[in-house]
């Protein structure tokens, strides 16, 4: 699905991608492929992406197929709003809620575990705008030649201000996500703490000014973050694991 995601963008900003330095050697862009097989490209890569997901409870086609509008329509976010990073960003995140009919929890029917989705949605969407920022700044000059809106642009002046409010609020749906969902110090410690030092550190340091360092933060920050959070989630599982064997010794 994110290989879809890419060529519908390549598709819809064809006339747009020769414009920008990054962009400008893209297949469609450069005209090596025309719109009609990237297209038949597209169909193919979506019919692969139903069949995986056939493979999960039928449930997860409910939650599923919604995201294709959110896919879709980014690449037209860009020429109306300012914003564009939080379609992205809602689009990108979907997994956060896709994980829970994964393994057969009907959200619906459990209220916190609803509510703790989407809090760990919200926080995974404020994450993807606030990577995607410093994405943008890469282009930042050829976007407002080209009349491309980003949220770059909008807050070139105030950028890192943003960012750290990005961060604030994803690291404060988390952790709320992992109250609600009961989770333990290993999780407030190691997921949350460590993503509020890898995101601190990478705001501070980013030289917005630099593409090539943009780049690096971009490229390396999220396994910086996501590999913190990753750990936090994992010492939290296995603290429940002992926890629960100690409780069984008792009984």
Request: hydrophobic share 45%.
């Amino acid at each position: 699905m994110r290989g879809a995601g890419c060529t519908i963008n390549d598709l819809w900003d064809r006339n747009l991608d020769p414009l920008v330095a990054r962009t400008r050697l893209r297949p469609i862009a450069r005209r090596a492929i025309n719109p009609k097989p990237a297209i038949i490209f597209t169909g193919a890569q979506l019919l692969t992406g139903l069949a995986v997901l056939v493979q999960f409870p039928n449930q997860c086609l409910f939650y599923g197929i919604p995201s294709l509008l959110l896919v879709t329509t980014y690449p037209l976010a860009k020429r109306v709003t300012n914003y564009p990073q939080a379609v992205l960003g809602l689009a990108f995140s979907w997994g956060a809620i896709m994980g829970f009919p994964a393994v057969g929890i009907d959200l619906l029917s459990n209220p916190a575990l609803l509510e703790s989705a989407g809090l760990l949605y919200l926080s995974c969407v404020s994450w993807t705008v606030l990577y995607d920022m410093i994405y943008a700044h890469m282009d930042i000059k050829d976007d407002a030649k080209a009349g491309i809106k980003s949220i770059a642009l909008k807050h070139e002046k105030n950028t890192k201000a943003v960012l750290t409010s990005l961060a604030v609020v994803q690291i404060s749906l988390l952790a709320a996500a992992g109250q609600v969902s009961g989770a333990g110090l290993p999780f407030f410690v190691g997921t949350c703490g460590s993503a509020a030092l890898s995101l601190g550190v990478m705001i501070w340091q980013v030289q917005l000014k630099n593409a090539q360092n943009c780049w690096w933060w971009f490229r390396n920050g999220c396994f910086f973050t996501g590999g913190g959070i990753t750990l936090g989630l994992c010492g939290n599982y296995f603290a429940s694991i002992m926890d629960r064997n100690e409780e069984d010794k008792e009984t």
